[in-house]
């Protein structure tokens, strides 16, 4: 039961402002930095007061960074995570729902686990492992002797080798596991009725086709809810492709906003350009913003579903 008092109401409405507060503020100030010159973006005191050069400095904020092919490499980014971890968070969540085998939940709290494992935490491990995809299976065949037995009979010696560096193969494929996801799923799949699933085996329906027809249309919000979280997710990844990126061709655009900090055209980086970072930032800002926005709807319903 709810209790209805005056005192909390108001206490609940000032933590809420202070709260707003909070995440406007700093919006506020990063528009103002955007639209002032250099000398007005520095003066001590600043002032808070918008100026006017806010479409000339996002236009040399977007020309400098080179954000036009930045925010392709972004976007293939951002949609090839979303698709691996809807994919394997559906399929990880389906096994350990509707599969009654010995070490589902022990493989589904391995999984869980993994959630006090941040990328940062496991950085060095995964980029030795994008370095080169196939050095587990390497490593396997030398610990059995397949390699030296085909050396021996073949002459030739096994290299197995695949590099992910510098490729949208290498900046998607360690970001597809989602131990969020397949929480997500799990916790939706377990609020189906039995009866649904006995009578899709009984139309003959197996596994996958029970999968596809009729769980992931049942999905359809859960599916918008973590889309919604991991495309902002992957937008605004930035350790990972800094450090697997050395190509300009593949660079990524929470990247190359750090770029815009110094001055490219000074030796020695010169004055910071914060106006033209700040401008750069808006720009960043605007694709996730608009997700959230359209897919709020959804969003919402897809927790509350979950939820329940």
Do not use: C
Request: proline share 6%; no cysteine.
């Amino acid at each position: 039961m709810i209790e209805r008092a005056r005192g909390l109401n108001i206490a609940t409405q000032i933590i809420l402002g202070a709260g707003l507060l909070t995440l406007l503020v700093p919006l506020y100030l990063t528009f103002v930095a955007a639209t002032q010159t250099l000398p007005e973006v520095n003066r001590v005191p600043p002032t808070f007061l918008p100026g006017t050069h806010l479409f000339d400095n996002l236009a040399e904020a977007w020309v400098r960074s080179n954000f036009g092919q930045k925010f392709v490499n972004t976007m293939i980014l951002a949609t090839g995570v979303v698709v691996g971890k809807i994919t394997v968070a559906a399929i990880t969540a389906f096994g350990i729902v509707f599969f009654q085998h010995r070490f589902r939940m022990l493989i589904f709290w391995l999984i869980f686990i993994t959630l006090m494992l941040p990328l940062e935490v496991r950085i060095v491990p995964t980029y030795s492992v994008a370095a080169n995809a196939l050095s587990p299976f390497q490593q396997i065949l030398d610990v059995v002797g397949l390699t030296w037995l085909l050396e021996a009979l073949t002459g030739m010696r096994v290299a197995l080798e695949w590099n992910l560096l510098n490729s949208y193969t290498g900046l998607i494929l360690p970001l597809v596991a989602t131990a969020t996801g397949t929480f997500l799923y799990r916790q939706f799949f377990m609020t189906i009725p039995d009866e649904l699933v006995e009578a899709a085996q009984m139309d003959g329906a197996g596994p996958l086709r029970f999968l596809w027809e009729v769980l992931i249309p049942l999905s359809r919000t859960n599916i918008a809810a973590l889309a919604t979280i991991m495309f902002v997710y992957s937008w605004n990844q930035y350790l990972w492709p800094l450090l697997i990126i050395t190509d300009p061709n593949y660079g990524v655009v929470a990247v190359e906003l750090g770029q815009l900090v110094p001055d490219s055209n000074t030796t020695g980086g010169g004055i910071p350009h914060w106006n033209l970072a700040m401008a750069g930032t808006l720009i960043v800002m605007v694709p996730p913003v608009l997700v959230v926005i359209f897919m709020q709807r959804w969003f919402v319903r897809g927790l509350i579903n979950t939820d329940k």
